[in-house]
């Protein structure tokens, strides 16, 4: 097949051909699979593997590349290495729930907060538990695996998933036998396989869809000595929720754009262009579809595609009720499941619906999904039960018409995605940003962006964007004096320096590009040692771990190692919660007085400690320390959490009540994450003259803010308490850059950088010069530091007048 190259896709190839690594960043419609293919000619002579998404993509690949690529799919390649061993299991018939059970030894209801879960749905919930593992990355079956139980709170969560986990694992001690009795399918062996560490012996591995990669392949695909070039549209990341991850993003390789789209014209590319700007993607998009397009209202629509169920089904409706025969993307399963469940609910009767099996009312369904954060998913399907009503729907599902046979089809945005259609009509559920209690309009998710940019570039010839109106309001009212300078109707230069990180058209990141353009060299050099280290540490026998407090926590314990206190952010935390002002989620005036109490007090038996007149055991340091992090907390967020310990106090509430509901397996987290730090920062112990803990540099007051972790004996060093250390780069080399610039006056004499990953044990350091020549730097660190001043203040007097 001859392709006449554009110019982006003879770039992809130029690089391609020199042996370098490519992230490859395809719009909508602009021709990837070509593009690969077009690499794969250059190198006539070498091994390379295709990846796809589905089995009907890599063998449409593999017609186009010829015999020069083998495609396959991730289960082709896990079954050809170890699935076609189970064969056997993968044909036999169906275990029903109460064999599978009797073969556990799951034999009684599990009662949890007064009610009982029974056989199946143990089972069930153990058979989710083995296919989350099967989609992670984790070395290890864990409690976190399990999905979160509708109707109880996170504790009686995590009891169930630590009653389960036993069965769990003897679950995965039967699937990875050749002749266990249990249903065996086919994530099973695609997990064994990559528990193996295995080589795709290609010279180069293409791929596809890298923004939706599933987790327990990223980490086969990112080990692979080949030369690897993945392809996609962080831009269409929209199953995080589920659990895909973007690889592109963060992959150090050469990064280049595809963003001539063949699939429609310059009005539609125009309108996906306005999504990309909030979708915070620095991709823009040129239309040169095959026939004109336009961007109008449609009275007949191919497609209509809408945010939510509930949505979609209003749309259903409207259709039927006007003859008009249509199709639901997907068909109508998920809403009569609801329906049904609805109807047992409203009867007194119980529901096997997965979601809702330990609820005894539709109303406890209601307020479950009005009140709770968890039931956030669900309410779309709620609301469309609550607002048609049962009857609807079922009639609705029974009427509706094959796509082959129906004048239009209806979908979810979600569901749309990778399809097209000629005429496309956007319809209800996407929504304008709402405002801030003061009336200030808050900015747009990026998530929900890069929903509607997905919706917008499905048409090809006609697009409808009318119930999008409302975005010309917004941008108005989230534009400053200048567009570039202002986020949210809030100048940037007032932003802390972690935030102002995440925005190139902020005044630090501008200034950073331009004087430190080349972070990928130690970006590069990060994830080379990074590669090096163990798999990282992290609770087993938890369900959902409060990650972002277990990481001030050991922050903390760090802290008081060097000889540091628990830093400025846990007084005004405390403080926040003793004074008037307005703190979302809080519990009553006498419920904050006690925590005030409470936190004063924290604050004293930590001060004995330091002082030696009352020393406390590592588990204590530990409890007090976690407790400490929902103070610090308030004072960054302005809220009380609904993940708060503090949101249930009451007057009667005192220190000892909450270093008592501290988790066990904090405590068991925090000690192993100290036994790993003993080795790599051992020399900085008992340093307490030359170590700084939370230091804040003469800078910080030019921005809103910048206080690092730690300066050990001139050592600038940041702590990282992540499970996903490769996914790290550009923002974490810049926090780093920005916190040495900031220090004008050399106040703290830091001659080495670093960063530590507690979860690891791995310290990577660099000395300040080599770290700067790295970075481009065009000039000795005290001439930028003057720079960077000169260019913040600036931007203050021009931004803030």
Sequence with gaps: MTIDPTEEQQAARDTFAEGRELALIAGAGTGKTSTLALMAESAPHRRGLYIAFNRGIADAAQNLFGGRVQCRTVHQLAFHAVGRKYGRRLNASRVPARETARILGIDRPLEVDGKAIDLFHQVRLVRGMVRRFCYSADPHLMAHHMEHINGLDDTSNDFVAVALLPFALRVWEDLQLLEGRLRFEHDHYLKMWALTEPDLKADFVLLDE??????????????????????????????????????????????????????????????????????????????????????????????????????????????????????????GHALEAIAEAADALRTGQRTYHPDLFLFRAWQEVQDFVESDPDGQQLRPLVKAVDTFGTEVIHSAVKQLSDEREAQVTVSTAHKAK???????????????????????????????????????????????????????????????????????????????????????????????????????????????????????????????????????????????????????????????????????????????????????????????HLAGWARLDDAELTRLCYVAGFFEDVMRN??????????????????????????????????????????????????????????????????????????????????????????????????????????????????????????????????????????????????????FRSHLQGQRRILTG
């Design 418 to 608: 990778g399809r097209q259609w000629d005429s496309v009509r956007i319809g209800e559920g996407f929504t304008c940003p709402p405002k801030d209690e003061d009336g200030v309009q808050l900015p747009m998710l990026p998530a929900e962006a890069r929903l509607i940019y997905v919706a917008v570039t499905r048409a090809r010839h006609g697009l409808d964007i009318g119930a999008l109106d409302w975005l010309d309001a917004y941008e108005a009212a989230v534009a400053g004096p200048d567009q570039h300078g202002y986020l949210g109707g809030r100048p940037m230069i007032d932003l802390p320096l972690t935030t102002q990180l995440r925005f190139s058209a902020s005044p630090v990141s501008e200034f950073l590009a331009q004087h430190l353009p080349h972070h990928g060299n130690i970006t590069r050099e990060y994830q080379k040692y990074v590669e090096t280290l163990p798999h990282p540490v992290q609770p087993m026998n938890v369900r959902r771990p409060h990650w972002a407090n277990l990481g001030r926590t050991v922050d903390y314990r760090l802290r008081l190692s060097f000889g540091g206190d628990l830093g400025g952010a846990v007084t005004l935390g405390i403080d926040a919660l003793g004074s008037q002002m307005h703190l979302p989620g809080a519990p009553g005036a006498e419920g904050r007085k006690a925590l005030y109490t409470a936190g004063l007090r924290l604050l004293e038996v930590i001060g004995d």
């Design 638 to 787: 302005g809220v009380v959490r609904h993940q708060s310990m503090f949101t249930s106090a009451d007057p009667g509430t005192a220190l000892t009540d909450l270093v008592d509901a501290v988790p066990s397996y904090v405590v068991d987290d925090i000690a192993e994450q100290l036994e790993l730090s003993r080795e790599p920062l051992s020399p900085f112990q008992g340093l307490n003259y030359s170590n700084v803990c939370g230091p804040v540099f003469a800078g910080s007051s030019d921005i809103g803010g910048a206080d690092a972790d730690f300066i050990l004996n001139g050592l600038l060093l940041d702590c990282k308490a992540t499970t996903r250390p490769r996914h790290m780069g550009r923002e974490e080399v810049y926090q780093l850059a920005g916190y040495l610039l900031l220090d004008y006056n050399d106040a703290y004499r830091i001659d080495r950088v670093g960063l530590y990953l507690s979860r690891q044990g791995g310290l990577i350091t660099w000395g300040v010069d080599e770290f700067l020549h790295r970075l481009g730097a065009p000039a000795p660190l005290p001439r930028l530091r003057a720079e």
């Design 210 to 331: 890298a923004q939706d990669t599933n987790a327990v392949f990223e980490k086969v695909f990112l080990a692979q000595d080949s030369q690897r070039v993945c392809v996609g549209d962080p831009a269409q990341q929209i199953y995080a929720w589920r659990g895909a991850r973007d690889i592109m993003s963060g992959f150090q390789a050469e990064h280049l754009h595809l963003t001539r789209s063949f699939r429609f014209g310059r009005p539609i590319a125009d309108v996906a262009n306005r999504w990309l700007e909030y979708a915070e993607s620095p991709m823009r998009l040129t239309g040169h579809g095959p026939a004109p397009t336009r961007v109008s209202p449609l009275a007949e629509p191919d497609a209509v595609l809408c945010r939510g169920n509930a949505d979609a089904l209003k749309e259903v409706v409207g259709y039927l009720e006007r003859g008009v025969p249509v199709a639901l993307a997907g068909g």
